[in-house]
């Protein structure tokens, strides 16, 4: 089940790590987030090295829906709300930051980068709508109700973001990555103050960037706390129509539409990892109904880092870690926060003022409804008793049948049937 990403590009290959190495910066992390970091690193002279377990875009990078956006949803009225009107501004600006740094970027590189307008939509709740709009209007942003779209079912109306964008994810990266310092199949096995241990040699590092999409260092920040995960599933569907835009429900449980040459995808789906959802099933359900000629190109899934407040963690790893830094909890954005995690986390490392730090900080308050529901979920898996269970923290796996996957509905830990590992904070393999 490749994604179409997979299947149109070609990725250039890097030889693995082979001796102990010294650098000035460690980035751990093959991603978009990772690559990114170690470019704009490199754009500053700054002297770094990548190490990737597997392949460069091999994760969670392969199976976005690549949309470049800064409409996170309806999540301007929430920010203002929960964060105050000038953090809520400058979560806004970077992420148009972020933006225009991928347009300055992609105008060199072939990697089908295409300006679209981005629209969140409700099917019922007009008043949410209007709530997010007079946030993005405090904080000066020019958005635009849409009173009618070229969905296939009825809405009360979409926010509509101008300028935004989208492309393949693969293709950018196969193309800024050509000149990088990157090693391929490189596990990081151990992180030390100031060093980490591979299957390949010891990275001596003054400092470090974790970009694993989940951080795997349990002993700091308490990540298996402020995060969860979630997965969603994308049919790419011919003889579809040109949806000219990018669309996304409000609703957490709803569905995306974004085009691609002559593809339709189609999002949605979504549940907590280990936990039952749509799936597939429901994808081809609303194909079916609403696209009754469709022909399936492509299908897949992805899974994403949430928060406990909806913004990222960017920045130091802890407050007891002055050299480690992280870059994690998307939520759903992967492409603009992994653009702004790197604008971001290159500053802190070369000394200069970014006044987003506070915003995306990894040890701002924790105290949020979500901290109790992650705790409630862990306890329920570490006292289920059954197995197999998850080596990351030992909590029962769920069985995926859609996927055929061992799952864990604690903290998203994946495995293959045989007990090969997926998708991490696990770091290795379980017996099944």
Not at 53 to 73: F, L, M, V, Y
Not at 294 to 315: F, K, N, S, V
Not at 320 to 335: C, I, Q
Not at 344 to 349: A, E, G, K, Q, S
Request: aromatic share 10%.
């Amino acid at each position: 089940m490749d994604s179409i990403w997979t299947k149109t590009a070609q990725m250039p290959h890097f030889s693995p790590l082979q001796e102990d190495l010294n650098t000035n910066v460690l980035v751990i992390g093959g991603g978009m987030a990772g690559i990114l970091c170690a470019y704009l690193l490199s754009q500053a002279g700054v002297d770094y090295a990548l190490v990737e377990a597997d392949r460069i875009g091999g994760g969670i990078t392969k199976n976005t829906t690549a949309k470049i956006t800064s409409q996170h949803g309806l999540i301007y009225s929430r920010l203002i709300r929960e964060f105050g009107q000038e953090r809520a501004r400058l979560y806004l600006d970077i992420n148009q930051t972020a933006l225009k740094r991928y347009r300055t970027l992609c105008r060199n590189i072939d990697c089908d980068f295409e300006e679209k307008d981005a629209y969140v939509f409700s099917t019922s709740d007009r008043r949410k709508l209007e709530q997010e709009l007079e946030a993005l209007s405090r904080l000066g942003f020019p958005a635009e109700l849409a009173e009618s779209t070229p969905l296939p079912f009825p809405t009360v109306g979409a926010v509509r973001f101008p300028r935004q964008a989208q492309f393949h994810p693969l293709k950018f990266i196969a193309a800024i990555s050509k000149e990088l310092r990157i090693f391929e199949h490189t596990k990081v096995l151990e992180v030390r103050p100031g060093k980490a241990v591979t299957n390949g040699g010891a990275v001596s590092a003054e400092k470090i960037i974790v970009a694993t999409h989940f951080p795997f260092l349990n002993k700091h920040g308490c990540y298996f706390l402020k995060l969860y995960q979630h997965r969603s599933y994308v049919l790419a569907l011919e003889n579809t129509p040109d949806m000219d835009g990018m669309y996304v429900d409000e609703d957490k449980k709803g569905v995306s539409f974004r085009n691609y040459n002559h593809l339709l995808l189609l999002g949605g789906g979504s549940h907590r990892t280990g936990k039952q959802g749509g799936g597939w099933q429901e994808l081809e359900g609303l194909a079916k109904k609403y696209y009754p000629k469709a022909h399936e190109a492509a299908r897949w899934a992805t899974q994403d880092c949430m928060t406990l407040d909806g913004a990222p963690y960017i920045g130091q790893y802890s407050k007891h870690t002055p050299s480690l830094y992280v870059a994690s909890g998307f939520n759903k954005w992967g492409m603009t926060s992994s653009m702004t995690a790197a604008i971001i986390l290159t500053d802190l490392i070369l000394g200069r003022e970014n006044p987003c730090v506070d915003v995306f900080s990894p040890s701002r308050t924790i105290l949020r409804p979500q901290l109790a529901v992650n705790g409630m979920a862990s306890v329920l898996g570490l006292f289920t008793p059954t197995a197999p269970r998850c080596p990351h923290m030992g909590c029962a796996l769920k069985y995926n049948s859609q996927e055929h996957s061992w799952d864990c509905p604690c903290h998203g830990s994946r495995f293959e049937e045989d007990g090969t590992l997926i998708d991490n904070p696990a770091t290795g393999n379980k017996e099944i």
